[in-house]
Protein backbone atom coordinates (compact mmCIF):
# COMPACT_ATOMS: atom_id res chain seq x y z
CA UNK A 1 0.00 0.00 0.00
CA UNK A 2 0.85 3.50 -0.24
CA UNK A 3 0.82 5.53 3.02
CA UNK A 4 1.41 8.99 3.98
CA UNK A 5 3.35 9.04 7.62
CA UNK A 6 3.57 12.23 9.64
CA UNK A 7 6.91 11.83 12.10
CA UNK A 8 8.62 9.78 10.03
CA UNK A 9 12.12 11.50 11.14
CA UNK A 10 11.66 10.41 14.85
CA UNK A 11 12.70 8.14 16.75
CA UNK A 12 9.74 6.09 16.38
CA UNK A 13 8.31 7.22 13.19
CA UNK A 14 11.45 6.38 11.24
CA UNK A 15 11.12 3.03 12.91
CA UNK A 16 7.90 2.76 11.73
CA UNK A 17 9.09 3.90 7.91
CA UNK A 18 11.41 1.44 8.07
CA UNK A 19 9.07 -1.49 8.82
CA UNK A 20 7.04 -0.63 6.07
CA UNK A 21 9.85 -0.24 3.50
CA UNK A 22 10.38 -3.90 4.72
CA UNK A 23 6.91 -4.70 3.80
CA UNK A 24 6.60 -3.46 0.46
CA UNK A 25 4.62 -0.43 1.21
CA UNK A 26 5.48 2.99 -0.25
CA UNK A 27 5.56 5.79 2.25
CA UNK A 28 5.03 9.68 1.40
CA UNK A 29 6.52 11.43 4.90
CA UNK A 30 5.55 15.04 5.99
CA UNK A 31 8.75 16.22 7.31
CA UNK A 32 10.18 20.05 8.76
CA UNK A 33 12.76 21.23 6.92
CA UNK A 34 14.92 21.23 9.87
CA UNK A 35 14.03 17.78 10.30
CA UNK A 36 17.04 15.20 10.27
CA UNK A 37 16.64 12.99 7.57
CA UNK A 38 19.54 10.91 6.62
CA UNK A 39 18.20 7.79 8.94
CA UNK A 40 15.62 7.61 7.27
CA UNK A 41 15.92 8.30 3.45
CA UNK A 42 16.62 5.12 2.41
CA UNK A 43 13.00 3.86 3.61
CA UNK A 44 10.87 6.96 2.18
CA UNK A 45 10.14 7.57 -1.24
CA UNK A 46 9.09 11.18 -1.29
CA UNK A 47 8.92 13.82 1.46
CA UNK A 48 6.60 16.66 1.71
CA UNK A 49 7.82 19.38 3.91
CA UNK A 50 5.11 20.60 6.71
CA UNK A 51 3.71 20.13 9.57
CA UNK A 52 1.04 19.94 11.30
CA UNK A 53 -0.07 23.41 11.42
CA UNK A 54 0.37 24.00 7.96
CA UNK A 55 -2.45 22.49 6.55
CA UNK A 56 -1.53 23.96 2.72
CA UNK A 57 1.31 20.87 2.91
CA UNK A 58 -1.80 18.12 3.47
CA UNK A 59 -2.78 17.34 0.06
CA UNK A 60 0.06 16.73 -1.73
CA UNK A 61 0.76 14.55 1.26
CA UNK A 62 -2.06 12.77 1.16
CA UNK A 63 -2.03 12.60 -2.45
CA UNK A 64 -1.83 8.76 -4.26
CA UNK A 65 -2.40 7.63 -0.12
CA UNK A 66 -4.44 4.57 0.72
CA UNK A 67 -3.50 4.83 4.53
CA UNK A 68 -2.17 7.46 6.70
CA UNK A 69 0.18 6.74 10.15
CA UNK A 70 -0.34 9.66 12.77
CA UNK A 71 2.94 9.71 14.76
CA UNK A 72 4.01 13.11 14.63
CA UNK A 73 3.72 15.82 17.95
CA UNK A 74 4.72 19.23 18.17
CA UNK A 75 7.31 18.86 21.35
CA UNK A 76 7.90 22.22 21.70
CA UNK A 77 4.46 23.57 22.89
CA UNK A 78 3.76 20.69 25.30
CA UNK A 79 7.23 21.15 26.98
CA UNK A 80 7.06 24.96 26.86
CA UNK A 81 3.51 24.37 28.50
CA UNK A 82 2.06 26.66 26.17
CA UNK A 83 -1.21 25.72 25.89
CA UNK A 84 -2.42 27.68 23.15
CA UNK A 85 0.23 26.58 20.62
CA UNK A 86 0.07 22.90 22.21
CA UNK A 87 -3.98 22.83 21.17
CA UNK A 88 -3.69 24.34 18.17
CA UNK A 89 -0.45 22.41 16.47
CA UNK A 90 -1.38 18.71 18.32
CA UNK A 91 -5.31 18.55 19.00
CA UNK A 92 -6.52 20.60 16.33
CA UNK A 93 -4.20 19.40 13.79
CA UNK A 94 -4.59 15.80 14.56
CA UNK A 95 -8.00 16.09 14.40
CA UNK A 96 -8.62 18.03 11.01
CA UNK A 97 -5.78 15.56 9.72
CA UNK A 98 -8.16 12.36 10.41
CA UNK A 99 -11.23 14.53 8.89
CA UNK A 100 -9.60 15.63 5.74
CA UNK A 101 -7.93 11.90 5.58
CA UNK A 102 -11.36 10.25 5.13
CA UNK A 103 -12.40 7.59 3.68
CA UNK A 104 -8.70 6.31 3.66
CA UNK A 105 -7.55 3.89 7.16
CA UNK A 106 -6.17 6.17 10.08
CA UNK A 107 -3.52 4.78 12.40
CA UNK A 108 -3.30 6.72 15.41
CA UNK A 109 0.16 6.40 17.27
CA UNK A 110 -1.55 6.91 20.95
CA UNK A 111 0.21 6.39 24.34
CA UNK A 112 -0.68 4.18 27.08
CA UNK A 113 -0.54 7.60 28.97
CA UNK A 114 -3.78 7.94 27.96
CA UNK A 115 -4.45 5.77 31.00
CA UNK A 116 -3.55 6.90 34.95
CA UNK A 117 -6.40 6.33 37.37
CA UNK A 118 -6.92 2.46 37.51
CA UNK A 119 -10.82 1.66 38.42
CA UNK A 120 -10.90 -1.40 41.17
CA UNK A 121 -13.00 -2.99 38.81
CA UNK A 122 -10.59 -3.68 36.16
CA UNK A 123 -8.61 -6.20 39.42
CA UNK A 124 -5.16 -4.63 38.18
CA UNK A 125 -5.53 -6.22 34.85
CA UNK A 126 -6.53 -3.11 32.86
CA UNK A 127 -6.98 -3.90 28.76
CA UNK A 128 -8.41 -1.76 25.91
CA UNK A 129 -12.10 -1.77 27.56
CA UNK A 130 -10.93 0.20 30.63
CA UNK A 131 -11.92 4.75 30.29
CA UNK A 132 -9.43 6.62 29.23
CA UNK A 133 -8.33 8.66 32.34
CA UNK A 134 -4.77 10.37 32.14
CA UNK A 135 -3.14 12.71 34.33
CA UNK A 136 -1.04 15.00 31.70
CA UNK A 137 -1.47 17.73 28.37
CA UNK A 138 -0.39 14.48 26.61
CA UNK A 139 -1.75 11.88 27.50
CA UNK A 140 -5.42 14.08 27.73
CA UNK A 141 -4.53 15.14 23.85
CA UNK A 142 -3.96 11.52 22.90
CA UNK A 143 -7.23 10.55 24.55
CA UNK A 144 -9.02 13.31 22.84
CA UNK A 145 -8.05 12.71 19.19
CA UNK A 146 -8.98 8.65 19.73
CA UNK A 147 -12.50 9.71 20.61
CA UNK A 148 -12.33 11.11 17.26
CA UNK A 149 -10.78 8.33 15.86
CA UNK A 150 -13.68 6.58 17.41
CA UNK A 151 -16.21 8.80 15.89
CA UNK A 152 -15.04 8.78 12.48
CA UNK A 153 -14.81 5.21 12.29
CA UNK A 154 -18.20 4.73 14.34
CA UNK A 155 -20.47 7.61 12.69
CA UNK A 156 -18.44 7.83 8.91
CA UNK A 157 -17.42 4.06 8.43
CA UNK A 158 -13.74 5.33 8.49
CA UNK A 159 -11.11 2.40 9.63
CA UNK A 160 -9.42 4.09 12.30
CA UNK A 161 -7.46 2.31 14.99
CA UNK A 162 -4.55 3.65 18.15
CA UNK A 163 -1.14 2.11 18.89
CA UNK A 164 -0.90 2.91 22.55
CA UNK A 165 2.96 2.41 23.39
CA UNK A 166 4.40 3.06 26.77
CA UNK A 167 7.90 4.05 27.66
CA UNK A 168 9.23 3.10 24.16
CA UNK A 169 12.85 2.26 24.31
CA UNK A 170 16.31 1.22 21.77
CA UNK A 171 18.30 3.20 19.91
CA UNK A 172 17.32 6.18 19.15
CA UNK A 173 18.84 8.27 16.01
CA UNK A 174 19.87 10.94 18.87
CA UNK A 175 21.69 8.18 20.94
CA UNK A 176 21.60 10.58 23.60
CA UNK A 177 17.59 10.72 24.11
CA UNK A 178 17.70 6.78 24.09
CA UNK A 179 16.42 4.99 27.61
CA UNK A 180 19.41 4.65 29.38
CA UNK A 181 22.17 6.74 28.06
CA UNK A 182 21.54 8.89 31.31
CA UNK A 183 22.22 6.29 33.18
CA UNK A 184 25.29 4.73 31.62
CA UNK A 185 26.48 8.10 32.22
CA UNK A 186 26.26 8.13 35.67
CA UNK A 187 27.21 4.88 36.37
CA UNK A 188 30.32 5.78 34.76
CA UNK A 189 30.87 8.55 36.92
CA UNK A 190 30.35 6.12 39.81
CA UNK A 191 27.61 8.14 41.32
CA UNK A 192 24.93 6.19 42.93
CA UNK A 193 21.51 5.38 41.97
CA UNK A 194 18.40 5.96 43.89
CA UNK A 195 15.57 6.96 41.76
CA UNK A 196 12.73 5.14 42.85
CA UNK A 197 9.58 3.38 41.30
CA UNK A 198 9.90 2.56 37.54
CA UNK A 199 7.87 2.12 34.86
CA UNK A 200 6.17 -0.41 31.39
CA UNK A 201 8.15 -0.82 29.11
CA UNK A 202 8.54 -1.84 24.94
CA UNK A 203 10.69 -2.32 22.19
CA UNK A 204 10.61 0.35 19.17
CA UNK A 205 10.99 -2.75 16.64
CA UNK A 206 7.54 -4.08 18.50
CA UNK A 207 5.46 -0.80 18.28
CA UNK A 208 6.64 -0.51 14.14
CA UNK A 209 5.59 -3.97 13.58
CA UNK A 210 2.33 -3.35 15.47
CA UNK A 211 1.82 -0.59 13.35
CA UNK A 212 2.66 -1.79 9.69
CA UNK A 213 0.40 -5.17 10.93
CA UNK A 214 -2.60 -2.55 11.04
CA UNK A 215 -1.69 -1.58 7.31
CA UNK A 216 -4.74 -2.77 5.31
CA UNK A 217 -5.91 -4.94 7.67
CA UNK A 218 -9.55 -4.94 7.94
CA UNK A 219 -9.65 -6.45 11.34
CA UNK A 220 -7.98 -3.44 12.90
CA UNK A 221 -10.82 -0.71 12.41
CA UNK A 222 -12.69 0.84 15.73
CA UNK A 223 -9.84 -1.06 17.87
CA UNK A 224 -6.91 -0.15 20.02
CA UNK A 225 -4.17 -1.77 21.27
CA UNK A 226 -2.24 -1.19 24.34
CA UNK A 227 1.64 -1.74 23.74
CA UNK A 228 3.24 -3.31 26.87
CA UNK A 229 5.87 -5.45 27.50
CA UNK A 230 7.18 -5.45 30.68
CA UNK A 231 7.49 -3.63 33.78
CA UNK A 232 10.93 -2.72 35.24
CA UNK A 233 11.96 -0.30 38.45
CA UNK A 234 14.70 2.69 37.79
CA UNK A 235 17.13 -0.07 39.74
CA UNK A 236 16.46 -3.10 37.72
CA UNK A 237 17.57 -0.81 34.89
CA UNK A 238 20.66 0.74 37.08
CA UNK A 239 21.49 -3.13 37.96
CA UNK A 240 21.27 -4.34 34.88
CA UNK A 241 24.06 -1.45 33.54
CA UNK A 242 26.05 -1.53 36.36
CA UNK A 243 27.01 -5.51 35.40
CA UNK A 244 27.10 -4.70 31.73
CA UNK A 245 30.17 -2.25 32.80
CA UNK A 246 32.02 -4.03 35.32
CA UNK A 247 30.89 -1.13 37.88
CA UNK A 248 29.56 -1.32 41.72
CA UNK A 249 27.81 1.38 42.78
CA UNK A 250 24.92 1.96 45.34
CA UNK A 251 21.66 1.22 44.23
CA UNK A 252 18.62 1.40 45.90
CA UNK A 253 15.85 -1.45 45.10
CA UNK A 254 13.86 -0.24 47.91
CA UNK A 255 11.18 0.22 45.21
CA UNK A 256 8.53 -2.25 44.40
CA UNK A 257 9.38 -5.31 42.26
CA UNK A 258 5.96 -5.36 40.58
CA UNK A 259 3.44 -2.86 39.86
CA UNK A 260 0.30 -2.34 40.73
CA UNK A 261 -1.43 -2.96 37.79
CA UNK A 262 -0.94 -4.70 34.65
CA UNK A 263 -1.49 -4.04 30.79
CA UNK A 264 -3.30 -7.53 29.05
CA UNK A 265 -1.75 -8.33 25.65
CA UNK A 266 -4.16 -10.18 24.35
CA UNK A 267 -5.23 -7.12 21.67
CA UNK A 268 -1.26 -6.69 20.81
CA UNK A 269 -0.83 -10.79 20.19
CA UNK A 270 -3.62 -10.49 17.76
CA UNK A 271 -1.38 -8.51 15.80
CA UNK A 272 1.55 -10.90 16.06
CA UNK A 273 3.07 -9.16 18.31
CA UNK A 274 4.60 -11.09 21.02
CA UNK A 275 5.69 -8.90 23.78
CA UNK A 276 7.63 -11.41 25.71
CA UNK A 277 11.67 -9.62 25.96
CA UNK A 278 11.12 -8.81 29.21
CA UNK A 279 14.16 -7.63 31.12
CA UNK A 280 16.58 -9.47 28.35
CA UNK A 281 15.39 -7.17 26.24
CA UNK A 282 16.53 -4.28 28.76
CA UNK A 283 19.76 -6.19 28.95
CA UNK A 284 20.01 -6.46 24.86
CA UNK A 285 19.40 -2.71 24.67
CA UNK A 286 21.46 -1.86 27.35
CA UNK A 287 24.27 -3.80 26.07
CA UNK A 288 24.39 -2.12 22.73
CA UNK A 289 24.03 1.55 24.16
CA UNK A 290 27.49 0.51 26.19
CA UNK A 291 28.77 -0.19 23.02
CA UNK A 292 27.51 2.82 21.04
CA UNK A 293 28.69 5.25 23.63
Known amino acids: MRAALTGASGFIGSAIARDLALAGHETTA ?14 IARVVEGDLADETAWPDLLDGA ?7 VDWESLKGNDLEAHLRRNLLGS ?12 IFISTIAVHHDMRPRWGGAIDEDHPLRPASWYGAYKAAVEAHCWAAHFGHGQPTCA ?9 DPS ?6 FGLVQQL ?28 GNPETAGRAYNLV ?11 IAA ?47 IRRV
Open 243 to 289: ELLGIQVKIDTSSPAEPRNRFTKDAACSLGIRLDRGHAGIRAHLAEL
Open 175 to 180: LERSYG
Open 30 to 43: LMRPTSRRKHVEPY
Open 66 to 72: ECVIHCG
Open 229 to 239: DCYARWADWAL
Open 95 to 106: IRLLQVSAPRQF
Open 188 to 215: RRGESVDKPGGGKFVHVDDVAAATVSCV
Open 163 to 171: IRPCGVYGL
